[in-house]
Structure formats: C-alpha cells, structure tokens
C-alpha cells in the first residue's frame, strides 16, 4: 500500500538557518503530493502541493519538489524563523485504485526554531 | 479552496457516553474525510463520507463506534460512541477535491 517516510525529528534550528525536511513515499499510482503544517495547539493547513513530476509546490518561503525518479517531496526553506516552530506533516493522496483520493500522512516532523 | 467549519473545538467528556462532531463546508464537495490523530502521533484515516451512501470505513475502526452521517453535500458529523481513555485524541475532518482542506479540529479528552 501508500506510504510516506519522513526524516525523524525533532529539529532545532537557529533563525535565519536553512531548512531541510526529507520525505519519501511509496504508491501504486501516480500520487499527488502536499506539506502540510500544525502549529501549536491548531488544525492541519496546507503549506504547499505538487501534482506532477518536476512540478514546485511553493509558499511563505518553503519549497517542495516533486521527485518521480527519487520518489521524493522534501521541504525546504532559506531561512527559517520562530514563528515556523511547528509539525510538519508530508502526505500523499493517491486516486489510482479506487483510493477515493484519501491523504496518506508520514508521521510528522517537529520543527523548533530558536532566536 | 474550501472552508471548513468544525465544532465543537474541545470538549471533556465522561467514559461511556458519546460526543458527536460537525463539519459544516462552504462549497459543496463530493468528499469528506475524518481523520484521527491520538496524542504526539500522525493522522490516521477513519472514514470516507460520501453524500447518498454509507460511510466506507479504514481497517480497525467499525460503524457502531464510529457512526458517520452525510446528509448533504456540505455537511458531515461524527459521532465517537461509548467512549474511553483511548479515544482521547484530535480529530479532524477534511473536504477534497484536491488539496484537501481541514477543519480546526475537535480536541477530546475523555476522563
């Protein structure tokens, strides 16, 4: 079946350092790929999302792309601030075989960014 | 994208008893989901509601514990039935076309 592998955290970074959170997956068909974020004591928002090979999924300053070669999604951002300290969630929603278009999550990455 | 409107946003609640969750969307959407997340943990998938037909629910969670109604097209409860410690957890429900957006969440604690 779907899945998706995320880098084990937590990760502390200090302001202003890069960001890399690796994920991988694994699906059947040809997945649509999403980061999602949680702030604390908050609800899942989508940060950013990809729907083909090659396609960048971009927002507040992370990226994502789209690896079909290296089944790979893994987010980035240049320059991280505090108010980033969050989980981050990597999932995949894969509408081949009759999955109904259902979000498959990796197990999240906590993210604390020190000033 | 959709808004999703779910409430309550937490409650405590008393073992054995039962605690329904709303989701109201403001577009219609073919797909809801509800999805589970116990404390520290990822989302894990309950159900798929889809309007005019039976909820068709993940491996390890049933009907009776879990009853899911979808009347309409932008409407959906959940209903956590005869509940314990274990169901303590975050749950979220999410509407699809593409990208899915989530609701804030209802945050149970059963005591």
């Known amino acids: 079946g779907d899945s998706v592998t995320q880098m084990e955290g937590p990760v502390t970074l200090s302001e202003e350092a890069f960001l890399t959170i690796n994920c991988t997956y694994t699906?059947?068909?040809?997945?649509?790929l999403f980061w999602y974020v949680q702030y604390p004591g908050e609800g899942l928002q989508l940060l950013l999302k990809?729907?083909?090979?090659?396609d960048k999924g971009s927002n507040k300053g992370f990226e994502a792309t789209y690896r079909k070669e290296t089944t790979s999604f893994h987010l980035e951002k240049g320059s991280v601030q505090v108010s980033d300290s969050a989980v981050y969630f990597c999932?995949?929603?894969?509408?081949?075989?009759?999955?109904?278009?259902?979000?498959?999550f990796g197990k999240g990455t906590l993210l604390t960014v020190n000033p | 994208s959709a808004v999703i409107s779910q409430k309550p946003s937490r409650d405590i609640c008393q073992r054995g008893t039962s605690l329904t969750i709303q989701c109201q969307v403001d577009s219609q959407v073919t797909m809801m989901f509800w999805y589970r997340q116990q404390p520290g943990q990822s989302l894990t998938l309950i159900a798929t509601?889809?309007?005019?037909?039976?909820?068709?629910?993940e491996s390890g969670f049933v009907i009776d514990k879990f009853p899911i109604s979808r009347p309409n097209l932008t409407f959906s409860t959940l209903t956590v039935s005869n509940m314990s410690p274990e169901d303590s957890s975050i749950y979220l429900c999410s509407a699809g076309d593409y990208g899915y957006t989530f609701g804030s969440g209802t945050r149970l604690t059963v005591v």
């Open positions: 990809a729907t083909k090979a090659d």
């Open positions: 999932a995949l929603s894969d509408r081949s075989g009759g999955s109904n278009y259902k979000l498959t």
């Open positions: 699906a059947t068909g040809y997945p649509s």
């Open positions: 509601a889809n309007q005019g037909s039976e909820a068709t629910y």
